[in-house]
């Protein structure tokens, strides 16, 4: 038939029952799987046909279910317990009030708005692709659970990312599923006189109507932005469609909607935002709209610039250059062509902020970078660990030329996960008999872990058995469902539901198939891990799964040939890979395996997360000296795979670090695991599980990575913008107009020096270095001239002193042995910059 329209008729709840419907609203429930279990409760074979979903599981129950559990008493006991949580957790109140970490710790935070292309907050929204989502939805729980002054936006994706289908051959087919957006947690958002919310944005002279959608998590509310509506012509409805397609000319769009859209959305529904995180710069052109408000106001473009990016944090997640997205001029011209008249500038000086040059075709042509210009429209800017940040310097040190990687205005917070989403109940439950009782409150607190050393050993290995007991389970009826539906026999689908034992060595490997996480290095010497897999007295299993992006035919080869490889008779039942991995599937598998294996090319790995999560439930992390990890190994805690080093031939790296797996599991971890005691009991390995549980837990919790955000980025830059923007924004433009006379007279400085150095001296004694310099009419104060000295990997700066008529001088002590170059440099100064490099201008003598 032709559909003029849906209604949802919601089912009226008993009253002994009639919370229900609240708690379902809200993904309170994602993270507490006792809540999860009411619904479950209400039609089991339901919950499992709707992944999970309260809302839809609870319009499909029928009215003589929901009567006949408000009249059990167990039901009822389960309902009052969770909701009497439930309202604990949200009584401790919103920031400012109650008894959350904010209010303790924070009290001054301004509201943050935080923008992110996806979010991974539970299987039932399948609007996120991976790991960049889940951070981000793992992001916003925390915030939630710490009280932060919050709002996050996004898109509603009403086909999401796809599913995942292998056919018979092993090859990956997608297939996208229409969601019914009144059966998901999500409501219109509402304006404070009551009606939906609506935006629109301007794209290539089409006025594209947006609804926003309300999604509560916990405490925040995360806006979600959909263009899904009648007003709007077809194609432009498909504009939310899909999340990731390979279409550069529908991304283009996408990234308008979402950062012009999502300003529009905050300030449509009056939600207050002083600081702004753009997660991935997919969001970074939510800095036009910003712009075009204060110079709407009256301001300039490069005061307005000032003002926007003085109060803007950008965080990177990449160094692939695949996920650094770059457009050619011309396409921006289509979608943004318009933006230059309306924040009063030139296309050459907007566009400026965003260059790159990138070697397209054996042409060197400029294009636009949404990275570079997230880092020129933001005056803080991190990637996600320790290595990705010193990565992360380096790629982009060719904005700041003449300066050292280490300078470069980069930090690092390192990702964390949110632990009570993928914490097994069962071992949130054992966790509690050890550890004080608002330990869930305080999972960031390092000491309180030590708790689990008094765990005794026969329950903290019942535990894991249990989970893993689950997860085969799991992973058979994936497999049973996945060759019923390409015609298999019933002989393989009976085989299928006996793979894999409990009793087994079971190591995981989950995560996004792009080909640098290198999946198939495990069978890079078929041979030897035959040997490993296959030996009847100590066995070893390996599960997989990930997806690879519909474009990326090399991810789709490597998890076709794991599939081949599974179904050889030789590692039949040793190697599996399930198919469609998203939450529920990596939910399964860090719940139950017992090691994670991850082995990218080092150092493309910027974080990861799925082995934090893995090691909250006590499987130790087998990983590449990457990402994460190789601030996470301390050596108890579980295995490193290589060398902490980077190779310049890809075989050779390959190679050594496939030994070293095999070395290892054959020598160490497979010894360790089946050890045991004449009570059958493995104190060495039990020993390895604690320590991965006592050192990852706290360290990695999403409350750590949060917490590390509100105080090196979101409370200084809250401090920042206020002492930018005082006073009328009169700190703003007289930045903007000091910056525009430095560039102008930039060219003209010149600077000479010379150093007194004698071939060799003795530690302690010092050298002179003295300096001319041209300053071009820029005061003398608003330059500084410096010694730079570098003694093998060790950088000293030493100001030079002003002598008068543009000479400087200094005596450097040199304090250790050692061969020392010498050199001198100048670079702006102003006290009201971010860093010192702000300007990207430096000129050595």
């Known amino acids: 038939m032709n559909i003029i329209g849906k209604v949802t008729v919601l089912p009226r709840l008993p009253q002994a029952l009639s919370r229900l419907d609240e708690l379902a609203y809200n993904l309170y429930w994602a993270w507490t799987p006792k809540a999860q279990e009411l619904y479950e409760t209400l039609d089991a074979d339901n919950w499992e046909r709707f992944h999970h979903n309260p809302v839809q599981t609870l319009l499909e129950t029928p009215a003589a279910r929901l009567e006949a559990l408000s009249q059990d008493g167990d039901y009822?006991?389960?309902?009052?317990?969770?909701?009497?949580?439930?309202?604990?957790?949200?009584?401790?109140?919103?920031?400012?009030?109650?008894?959350?970490?904010?209010?303790?710790?924070?009290?001054?935070?301004?509201?943050?708005?935080?923008?992110?292309?996806?979010?991974?907050?539970?299987?039932?929204?399948?609007?996120?692709?991976?790991?960049?989502?889940?951070?981000?939805?793992?992001?916003?729980?925390?915030?939630?659970?710490?009280?932060?002054?919050?709002?996050?936006?996004?898109?509603?994706?009403?086909?999401?990312?796809?599913?995942?289908?292998?056919?018979?051959?092993?090859?990956?087919?997608?297939?996208?599923?229409?969601?019914?957006?009144?059966?998901?947690?999500?409501?219109?958002?509402?304006?404070?006189?009551?009606?939906?919310?609506?935006?629109?944005?301007?794209?290539?002279?089409?006025?594209?109507?947006?609804?926003?959608?309300s999604l509560l998590i916990g405490r925040i509310q995360v806006l979600l932005l959909d263009s899904n509506v009648p007003e709007n012509s077809e194609d432009d409805r498909k504009l939310t469609a899909r999340l990731y397609s390979g279409n550069q000319e529908l991304r283009i769009q996408q990234y308008v909607l979402l950062g012009v859209g999502g300003i529009r959305a905050l300030r449509a529904l009056d939600i207050p935002a002083e600081v702004y995180h753009m997660n991935e710069g997919h969001a970074a052109l939510m800095g036009l709209e910003r712009v075009r408000e204060y110079v709407a106001s009256g301001l300039d473009f490069r005061t307005a610039l000032e003002a926007t990016a003085s109060s803007t944090l950008f965080t990177t997640h990449t160094p692939v250059a695949a996920g650094n997205d770059a457009f050619a001029y011309e396409q921006m011209d289509r979608y943004i062509g318009e933006w230059p008249a309306r924040l009063a500038t030139s296309r050459d000086e907007l566009y400026a902020l965003a260059r790159h040059d990138q070697l397209w075709d054996g042409r060197k042509v400029p294009?636009?970078?949404?990275?570079?210009?997230?880092?020129?429209?933001?005056?803080?800017?991190?990637?996600?660990?320790?290595?990705?940040?010193?990565?992360?310097?380096?790629?982009?040190?060719?904005?700041?030329?003449?300066?050292?990687?280490?300078?470069?205005?980069?930090?690092?917070?390192?990702?964390?996960?949110?632990?009570?989403?993928?914490?097994?109940?069962?071992?949130?439950?054992?966790?509690?008999?050890?550890l004080p009782g608002d330990w869930i409150e305080r999972i960031e607190d390092q000491t309180m872990w030590q708790g689990i050393n008094n765990i005794p050993d026969a329950q903290l290995s019942a535990t894991q058995h249990e989970l893993k007991e689950e997860m085969i389970s799991f992973v058979r009826r994936n497999l049973q469902q996945q060759l019923r539906r390409t015609g298999a026999s019933a002989a393989d689908v009976a085989q299928a539901g006996e793979l894999l034992s409990a009793d087994a060595l079971t190591i995981g490997f989950a995560r996004r198939f792009a080909t640098y996480k290198r999946?198939?290095?495990?069978?890079?010497?078929?041979?030897?891990?035959?040997?490993?897999?296959?030996?009847?007295?100590?066995?070893?299993?390996?599960?997989?799964?990930?997806?690879?992006?519909?474009?990326?035919?090399?991810?789709?080869?490597?998890?076709?040939?794991?599939?081949?490889?599974?179904?050889?008779?030789?590692?039949?039942?040793?190697?599996?890979?399930?198919?469609?991995?998203?939450?529920?599937?990596?939910?399964?598998?860090?719940?139950?395996?017992?090691?994670?294996?991850?082995?990218?090319?080092?150092?493309?790995?910027?974080?990861?997360?799925?082995?934090?999560?893995?090691?909250?439930?006590?499987?130790?992390?087998?990983?590449?000296?990457?990402?994460?990890?190789?601030?996470?190994?301390?050596?108890?805690?579980?295995?490193?795979?290589?060398?902490?080093?980077?190779?310049?031939?890809?075989?050779i790296q390959d190679d050594a670090d496939s030994f070293s797996m095999y070395q290892t599991l054959e020598d160490v971890i497979v010894p360790l695991y089946y050890g045991k005691d004449a009570h059958g009991q493995n104190h060495g390995w039990l020993g390895t599980v604690r320590r991965t549980i006592i050192t990852v837990s706290p360290k990695y919790a999403m409350q750590r990575q949060v917490i590390d955000y509100v105080q090196k980025y979101y409370l200084p830059l809250a401090r920042r913008s206020q002492h930018i923007d005082s006073?009328?924004?009169?700190?703003?433009?007289?930045?903007?107009?000091?910056?525009?006379?430095?560039?102008?007279?930039?060219?003209?400085?010149?600077?000479?020096?010379?150093?007194?150095?004698?071939?060799?001296?003795?530690?302690?004694?010092?050298?002179?270095?003295?300096?001319?310099?041209?300053?071009?009419?820029?005061?003398?104060?608003?330059?500084?001239?410096?010694?730079?000295?570098?003694?093998?990997?060790?950088?000293?700066?030493?100001?030079?002193?002003?002598?008068?008529?543009?000479?400087?001088?200094?005596?450097?002590?040199?304090?250790?042995?050692?061969?020392?170059?010498?050199?001198?440099?100048?670079?702006?100064?102003?006290?009201?910059?971010?860093?010192?490099?702000?300007?990207?201008?430096?000129?050595?003598?």
Not at 525 to 541: C, G
Not at 746 to 756: E, G, K, R, S, Y
């Open 76 to 213: 009822l006991a389960r309902y009052h317990a969770v909701l009497a949580d439930f309202d604990a957790y949200m009584q401790k109140g919103h920031f400012g009030t109650g008894d959350v970490w904010a209010a303790h710790h924070a009290s001054d935070m301004k509201p943050v708005a935080y923008f992110s292309m996806e979010y991974g907050f539970h299987e039932s929204l399948p609007i996120y692709s991976g790991g960049l989502g889940v951070l981000a939805g793992d992001h916003c729980k925390s915030a939630s659970d710490l009280g932060l002054p919050f709002t996050a936006v996004g898109m509603l994706f009403h086909q999401g990312y796809f599913r995942q289908l292998f056919n018979k051959d092993g090859w990956q087919e997608e297939a996208y599923d229409e969601l019914d957006l009144t059966s998901l947690p999500v409501r219109p958002a509402l304006t404070k006189n009551g009606d939906t919310a609506r935006v629109n944005v301007e794209i290539a002279g089409r006025n594209i109507q947006m609804q926003v959608w």
């Open 367 to 434: 294009a636009f970078s949404m990275t570079v210009f997230a880092l020129n429209m933001s005056r803080m800017a991190n990637g996600v660990s320790e290595l990705h940040g010193e990565v992360s310097r380096s790629m982009w040190n060719f904005l700041y030329e003449g300066a050292d990687p280490e300078e470069v205005p980069i930090g690092h917070v390192t990702n964390g996960a949110h632990n009570l989403t993928f914490l097994a109940q069962q071992f949130r439950d054992l966790y509690s008999t050890v």
């Open 727 to 845: 006073n009328n924004f009169e700190k703003a433009r007289n930045v903007a107009a000091w910056k525009t006379w430095v560039r102008q007279q930039w060219p003209h400085v010149q600077l000479a020096a010379t150093a007194q150095l004698p071939t060799t001296v003795q530690p302690g004694e010092k050298v002179s270095v003295s300096a001319h310099l041209n300053p071009a009419g820029i005061q003398e104060g608003e330059l500084k001239v410096e010694a730079v000295l570098k003694r093998g990997e060790q950088t000293i700066h030493v100001p030079l002193q002003p002598q008068g008529q543009g000479n400087y001088q200094a005596e450097i002590p040199l304090a250790d042995s050692g061969l020392y170059s010498v050199g001198v440099r100048v670079t702006p100064q102003l006290a009201d910059l971010s860093n010192p490099l702000e300007l990207g201008l430096i000129k050595w003598a």
């Open 519 to 651: 999946a198939t290095l495990l069978f890079r010497d078929r041979k030897r891990l035959s040997a490993i897999v296959n030996n009847p007295e100590r066995p070893v299993q390996f599960i997989f799964a990930g997806k690879a992006h519909p474009a990326d035919n090399p991810g789709k080869a490597f998890i076709q040939e794991i599939y081949k490889i599974s179904r050889d008779p030789e590692f039949l039942g040793k190697v599996v890979i399930v198919e469609n991995y998203d939450m529920e599937v990596a939910r399964h598998l860090v719940q139950g395996v017992d090691i994670w294996l991850n082995n990218p090319r080092r150092p493309l790995e910027a974080s990861g997360t799925s082995g934090m999560k893995a090691s909250f439930n006590g499987a130790p992390n087998f990983s590449i000296l990457d990402g994460w990890w190789r601030e996470g190994y301390d050596g108890t805690n579980g295995w490193a795979i290589g060398e902490e080093r980077e190779y310049t031939d890809l075989n």
